[in-house]
C-alpha cells in the first residue's frame, strides 16, 4: 500500500436543530475519513443531511455532537481566525445557492477570495481569468451576477471555488442547473483536478454523475453509510 | 497595503450603492467639521492677535508705575500727593540698578497736531529715548532725542504713521518740516515705522501708529507747566529679577513719596493672566463644541455603518465562507466609515472656507474668523477620529457574525 494522508475526519458527528418543541436531527452518528486525493460523491434525497454536512467539512458551521478533525488538528480547537486562513489557502466551496454578491461583477466575484489568501497580488489577474476560463465565463466577466442565468451564476460560483487553487473541493450540487453537457464540461474539469492530486467532494442527486466517482456516501435521515452507485 | 486600497475602493462603491444615506451621513461629519473649522478660526484670530498685541505692548519683563488714589487709612494725605516727578525717574535710575531702561512719560491724551489747515487729533507724549525699547517702538527714518533735545527743552517731535498720513500729502517727507503743537512749531527729527498687524481688514496695531513723541522736558515745561508724569514704565534687566526690581521700585517710590502709597508698580503679568484665564475658558468652549459635534457626526456614521451591516449580513457570511478572518471583515467596515467621513470631512472643510470668506464678508472688521493653517488639520484629523470611533462599534459587530448564521439569513 502507498501512503496515504488523511485530510478530513468525522468522528460520530451529530448536527441538531431545536425547532420550538421537536428537534430535527440533520445528521446522526456521522463518521468517515477523507484522504487526500480521493473523489467522492454524496447522494441522497432533498432534506437528508447532504448541505448540512458539507458545511460542516468545510467547517463553516460547528456540530453538536462529535468531532471534525482537519489534517490532525480538531477543528474545535481552532480558533475562528485559524479556520478563515484554512478556508482562504485550502479549501474552496461551492454553495448550493451559489452566494454571489450581487453589487459586484462577476470578474470581482471570482477574484474575491484573493483578497483573503496570500497569492501575490501580482498573479491574481492571471488566476482570475483562468478560472473564468475553466469553466467557460470570460464573456461575462463584466456582468452583474443579476444578469446572468441560473447555469451562469453556477458556473461563476465555481469559478469563484477554482480561483485560489484550493487542495480540497467541496461542491454541493455545483451541476444542479446545468445541461448534460455543461454538466459533463464541469465533471470533466472536476476528474483532472482530481487526477492533478486534488481532494472532490460532490453533492449530488443524480446516481450518474456518482457513479463517476470513485467513492460514494449515502446520506439518508441524516445517517451516513457508505455504498456503490 | 493592497486591502486598505481595495477597502476604500469597496467603500466608495458602498457609498456609491446608497446615495441618499451616504449624503445624509456625509453632511452630519460635514456639519461637524465645518462648525470645528470655524470655532478653531475664530480662536486662532483671536488669540494670535491678543498675544501680538500683548507682545507689542513690552512684554513680560515690563514694570509700570502707575498713580493710585490713597488707601482710606491714608486718605487725610491726599492734598500732599503730587504723584510721580522727574525726581522719582532719577531715583528709580540711580537707586535701581536692576532696572535696564526707564521711560517716564507724560501723556497728553488727545492732541491737536496741525499743519499748512490739516489737522490730526492723535496722542502726544512727552517721552525720554526710553520709550522706544520699553514700548517697542522704532525711529525708521530720522534720528531718536539727543541729550542736547533734552537739556535744551528742544522743540522737536517724532512722528508715528498715521499722524504722516493726516498732515502730509502722499509721497511727501515729512523730515525736516514743521508740524505745529500746542500753538507752537515742532521740527520733525524721525517718523516711526508703520505697526500693522490684520485682523480681517482691522489693523489692531494702529495704535501704535497716531502717536507723536517730543522730549519729556519740553512737555513739562512748555506744555504742561509741570513736571507730574503720567506713569513710569521699566523694564528689569533680567526676567528672573523681575520681582526683585519691582520690589526695589516699590521702596524707592515709597520713600520718594514719604511714605504715601499714592502708585502702583505692576507687571505684564497680571494682563497675561487674563491672557491665559480667557484663552483656558475658550478652549474648554472650543472643546465642548467640538465634543458635540464630534457626537453627532459619530452617531450619523455609526447609525448608516449599523444600517448597512444589517442589509449585508449575507455578504459578510460569504466573506467569511471563503476566507475572510473576523479582523478582515473588521477592517473592511473600519475602512468604509473612515472613507465616509473623510468625504464628510473634505466637504466640511470647504464649507468652511466658504464660511469664513463670507463672515469676512459680513462681519465688522474685527470679528470676523481667520482662516488658521492648522484648521485643516484639525478637520482633517476630526473626521477620521469620528470615522474610526464610530465604526469600531458597527464593525466589531459585522466581525463577530457566525458565517452560516450569514449565509442562512434571507
Ligand atoms: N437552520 C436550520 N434549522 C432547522 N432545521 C434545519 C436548518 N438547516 C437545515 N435544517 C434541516 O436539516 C435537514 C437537512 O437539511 P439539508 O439542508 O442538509 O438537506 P439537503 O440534504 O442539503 O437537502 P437538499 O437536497 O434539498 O439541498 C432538513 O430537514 C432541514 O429542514
Ligand atoms: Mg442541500
Redesign the pocket.
Known amino acids: 500500500m502507498n501512503s496515504v494522508r488523511e485530510v478530513l475526519r468525522l468522528d460520530r458527528v451529530g448536527?441538531r436543530?431545536?425547532?420550538g418543541d421537536t428537534i430535527?436531527?440533520?445528521?446522526v452518528d456521522a463518521s468517515f475519513t477523507l484522504n487526500e486525493g480521493e473523489a467522492v460523491a454524496i447522494l441522497?434525497?432533498?432534506?437528508?443531511?447532504?448541505?448540512?454536512?458539507?458545511?460542516l467539512l468545510g467547517f463553516l458551521d460547528s456540530p453538536t455532537s462529535g468531532e471534525v478533525i482537519f489534517e490532525g488538528r480538531p477543528v474545535a480547537a481552532l480558533t475562528e481566525r485559524q479556520r478563515a486562513r484554512i478556508r482562504a489557502e485550502k479549501i474552496g466551496f461551492v454553495f448550493?445557492a451559489f452566494n454571489l454578491l450581487p453589487r459586484l461583477s462577476v470578474r470581482a466575484n471570482v477574484a474575491l477570495p484573493l483578497a483573503y489568501n496570500s497569492a501575490p497580488p501580482a498573479d491574481a489577474e492571471a488566476r482570475v481569468d483562468r478560472a473564468l476560463e475553466l469553466v467557460g465565463m470570460t464573456h461575462r466577466a463584466h456582468h452583474k451576477p443579476g444578469e446572468l442565468s441560473g447555469g451562469q451564476r453556477q458556473r461563476v460560483a465555481i469559478a469563484r471555488a477554482l480561483v485560489n487553487e484550493p487542495r480540497i473541493l467541496l461542491a454541493?450540487?455545483p451541476t444542479g442547473n446545468l445541461d448534460t453537457k455543461t454538466a459533463a464540461a464541469i465533471l470533466d474539469l472536476f476528474q483532472e483536478l482530481n487526477r492533478l492530486g486534488r481532494t472532490i467532494i460532490v453533492?449530488t442527486?443524480s446516481p450518474e454523475i456518482a457513479a463517476r466517482f470513485k467513492r460514494q456516501i449515502h446520506?439518508l435521515d441524516?445517517r451516513v453509510t457508505e455504498g456503490s452507485a | 497595503m493592497k486591502r486598505l486600497f481595495s477597502g476604500v475602493i469597496n467603500g466608495l462603491a458602498e457609498i456609491w450603492g446608497h446615495k441618499l444615506r451616504s449624503l445624509l451621513t456625509i453632511s452630519c461629519v460635514m456639519l461637524g467639521v465645518a462648525s470645528m473649522v470655524v470655532t478653531t478660526g475664530f480662536m486662532e484670530g483671536f488669540f494670535g492677535t491678543w498675544e501680538a498685541s500683548l507682545q507689542e505692548a513690552g512684554g513680560l519683563e515690563k514694570i509700570s508705575g502707575v498713580p493710585q488714589s490713597l488707601s482710606e487709612r491714608q486718605a487725610p494725605f491726599a492734598p500732599v500727593s503730587k504723584g510721580f516727578t522727574l525726581a522719582d525717574a532719577r531715583a528709580l535710575t540711580e537707586l535701581v540698578p536692576t532696572i535696564a531702561v526707564l521711560s517716564p512719560e507724560i501723556d497728553a491724551e488727545s492732541s491737536r497736531l496741525t499743519r499748512k489747515g490739516r489737522r490730526f487729533v492723535g496722542r502726544a507724549q512727552g517721552v525720554t529715548n526710553g520709550i522706544f525699547e520699553i514700548n517697542r517702538y522704532e525711529v525708521a527714518e530720522g534720528r531718536m532725542f539727543s541729550d542736547l533735545d533734552m537739556n535744551d527743552h528742544a522743540d522737536v517731535i517724532i512722528i508715528g504713521s498715521e499722524v504722516t498720513k493726516n498732515c502730509f500729502q502722499p509721497g511727501e517727507n515729512p523730515l525736516g518740516q514743521f508740524l505745529d503743537y500746542n500753538g507752537r512749531p515742532f521740527l520733525i527729527i524721525g517718523v516711526l515705522k508703520h505697526y500693522e498687524r490684520l485682523y480681517g481688514t482691522y489693523n489692531t496695531l494702529n495704535w501704535k501708529n497716531d502717536v507723536a513723541f517730543i522730549p519729556i522736558t519740553t512737555m513739562a515745561s512748555k506744555v504742561q507747566r509741570s513736571d507730574q508724569l503720567s506713569w513710569i514704565n521699566m523694564k528689569s534687566e533680567d526676567l528672573s529679577r523681575l520681582r526683585e526690581t519691582v520690589d526695589a521700585a516699590a521702596n524707592v517710590l515709597a520713600q520718594q513719596h514719604r511714605g504715601l502709597i499714592d502708585f502702583k508698580v505692576k507687571t505684564n503679568e497680571e494682563s497675561l493672566a487674563s491672557y491665559a484665564s480667557t484663552k483656558a475658558s475658550f478652549v474648554v468652549g472650543g472643546s465642548a463644541i467640538a465634543g458635540v459635534s464630534l457626537l453627532v457626526s459619530g452617531i450619523g456614521i455609526m447609525n448608516l455603518m449599523l444600517a448597512s451591516i444589517n442589509e449585508r449580513v449575507r455578504e459578510i457570511g460569504i466573506r467569511k465562507a471563503i476566507g475572510a478572518t473576523p479582523f478582515n471583515i473588521f477592517s473592511q467596515f473600519v475602512a468604509e466609515a473612515v472613507t465616509l467621513s473623510l468625504l464628510g470631512g473634505a466637504a466640511g472643510v470647504g464649507v468652511a472656507v466658504a464660511m469664513i470668506q463670507g463672515l469676512g464678508a459680513v462681519l465688522p472688521p474685527g470679528s470676523a474668523p481667520m482662516l488658521a493653517p492648522s484648521a485643516f488639520w484639525v478637520g482633517f484629523a476630526f473626521s477620521v477620529t469620528a470615522g474610526v470611533l464610530a465604526g469600531i462599534y458597527p464593525a466589531v459587530q459585522a466581525a463577530k457574525l457566525d458565517p452560516?448564521e450569514a449565509l442562512?439569513y434571507e
Open positions: 448536527k436543530y431545536p425547532m430535527v436531527d440533520a445528521l441522497g434525497p432533498s432534506g437528508s443531511g447532504k448541505s448540512t454536512l458539507m458545511h448550493q454541493d450540487e453533492v442527486h446520506v441524516g | 452560516i442562512r
